[in-house]
């Protein structure tokens, strides 16, 4: 991370006679502070390499040490990351109004669904000058059928239309469906909308291995949710165990507590006791995780843009993924990976058996998968992009 932050620095310290952010502050609000981490930190490492002064607010993030280190303010945020308490969500948004009307940014970049809903409402009362919403994903609402959803998603349009008419904002999309379910639900956008594909991968981190030795390994890189997959990736690796094919499991990733698509502990702890699926948790070495794999997969029912089919990527690992939004865009079928459908364990077998009997087939793509990376999802090209968008949305104003 450390080289591709060091090219971006050094671009964006050539801006500040045209357009530049001296002294500017910019303030990203997220329900989550390692998903910022993860996904959003080189861009606002970037943005103070220009010379905004990037403050981060999320739970969690009083006085963090990362962002510290990184040279950014944190601010604590009262915000769940899911529940629908119409009481704790007013909260959230009265805590971001009173937030934006202390620091005064100049800039507000919003990530993830509440922070986009809440916080473009604040951001008009707070009277903010300008606001980047990204859309990284619908979520719950968006995905499940039932009266329930149903409800909701009538309940949270007036809330987006609010949400997304700020007369000075960008509305950031990493997929072109995502973007017609918002026009759908009536948020008007005018021309305002940019489709950035993902958040960037740092090629200097994630590089081309050779497969290692041994049976294949087939990596699932995902939170332990339903909604990801998982059911079916175990299902999967079941059958292809009763056909005799010779390969390992493995999920990395958490099953984060509250989440309404979170798999139970009894249902985890059956799997573990069979064995066929090896649950990794959380894990912070996915460079090593790629490394030592063979295969990544990720069946889920729909995605932003995963960030975990870039790194795959540039990581010269072939990819099995879902026909739907956000996964789909992320490949190329039949050069980088395969495409089966979504919900489809049987489909899903199919294809992982496929890569496992084909090495030169899992080689050719993995070539073509880093070739892909190189090509368009450097995290230094997804920085410049952002850093574009915020010197138009500050020229405009001034």
């Keep these: 991370m ?27 609000v997220v329900n989550d502070l390692d998903f910022f981490l993860s996904h959003r930190l080189a861009i606002a490492e970037a943005a103070a390499a220009e010379g905004w002064e990037v403050h981060v607010a999320a739970p969690g993030a009083a006085d ?7 040279g950014l303010r944190p601010h604590a945020l009262r915000l769940a990351r899911h529940g629908t308490n119409p009481l704790a969500e007013a909260a959230s948004l009265a805590g971001m109004y009173r937030l934006f009307r202390r620091l005064r940014p100049d800039l507000v970049h919003l990530v993830t669904i509440k922070p986009v809903v809440y916080g473009g409402i604040a951001a008009r009362l707070a009277r903010v000058p300008a606001v980047v919403s990204a859309i ?18 009538w309940a949270v ?7 997304l008419g700020h007369p000075r904002q960008r509305v950031i999309f990493q997929n072109e469906d995502d973007r017609s379910a918002l026009e759908a639900l009536g ?15 740092d ?11 041994g049976p294949v390994r087939v990596l699932m890189p995902a939170r332990i949710l339903t909604d990801k997959g998982v059911r079916e990736f175990v299902e999967a690796a079941r059958i292809l165990r009763r056909e005799g094919v010779e390969a390992r499991f493995a999920v990395a990733g958490d099953a984060p507590a509250g989440n309404p698509a979170r798999v139970p502990g009894q249902t985890l702890a059956a799997w573990r006791t069979a064995g066929t699926v090896e649950l990794l948790g959380f894990c912070s070495d996915m460079p090593r995780q790629l490394a030592a794999s063979h295969i990544v997969v990720l069946p889920s029912y729909r995605e932003g843009f995963p ?6 990527a540039a990581a010269a690992r072939p990819v099995v993924t879902t026909d739907v939004p956000g996964c789909r865009d992320a490949i190329i079928e039949g050069e980088t990976g395969l495409l089966v459908p979504v919900r489809d364990s049987a489909a899903l077998a199919r294809a992982i058996r496929r890569l496992v009997e084909e090495p030169e087939t899992r080689w050719r793509m993995g070539r073509a998968g880093r070739a892909l990376a190189e090509r368009a999802f450097s995290v230094r090209d997804v920085a410049q992009r952002h850093l574009a968008i915020y010197r138009a949305l500050l020229a405009r104003e001034r």
Aim: positive net charge; hydrophobic residues 45%.
């Design 203 to 213: 090629l200097d981190a994630f590089v081309p291995t050779p497969e290692p030795e």
């Design 307 to 312: 960030l975990a089919l870039v790194e795959a």
């Design 157 to 163: 349009r007036p809330l987006y239309r609010l949400a």
């Design 64 to 70: 963090d040490a990362r962002l510290c280190a990184a």
């Design 2 to 28: 450390a080289k591709a932050l060091d090219s971006v620095a050094a671009i964006a310290g050539r801006t500040g006679a045209n357009g530049g952010a001296a002294g500017a502050r910019l303030l990203f």
């Design 187 to 201: 948020a008007r956008l005018d021309g305002r909308s940019e489709l950035i594909r993902g958040s960037g991968v």
């Design 136 to 153: 990284s994903g619908l979520g719950y609402v968006f995905l499940q059928g039932g009266a329930r959803a149903r409800t909701l998603r």
